[in-house]
């Protein structure tokens, strides 16, 4: 079965710089595009990034561009978020999910806790 495994969350300070990984399963990695999400405290999950399954293609909520860049390995079956710049409105446990020809993001990891301090 498809199990997606994120890594790399933690504590930092304000302005400082993090990434993450997602370690996938159960798939053909190199066929999807792949995404990154957050739930901040009280807040609903929200589209952060996304990666074509070449990598070629990009796409960023506009509150972390310039700030994060979303890269893959397929050899490795491994889709990172790179985070820099960090603000404390960046808190939220971060998934990531695989983007099916549907157009819908299924199979969430358990996602890795992100903690930005002021």
């Known amino acids: 079965q498809v199990q997606l495994v994120e890594s790399g969350g933690r504590l930092v300070q304000a302005g400082g710089s993090l990434t993450l990984s997602c370690l996938a399963s159960?798939?053909?990695?190199?066929?999807?595009?792949m995404g990154w999400f957050r739930q901040g405290p009280g807040k609903e999950r929200e589209f952060v990034a996304e990666?074509?399954?070449?990598?070629?293609?990009?796409y960023y909520t506009d509150s972390v561009k310039g700030r994060f860049t979303i890269f893959r390995d397929n050899a490795k079956n491994t889709v990172s978020l790179q985070m820099n710049s960090l603000k404390p409105e960046d808190t939220a446990i971060y998934y990531c999910?695989?983007?099916?020809?549907?157009?819908?993001?299924?199979?969430w990891g358990q996602g890795t806790q992100v903690t930005v301090s002021s």
């Open positions: 159960g798939l053909t990695f190199s066929k999807y595009p």
């Open positions: 999910a695989v983007k099916l020809p549907t157009m819908h993001y299924d199979y």
């Open positions: 990666i074509s399954w070449s990598g070629v293609y990009t």
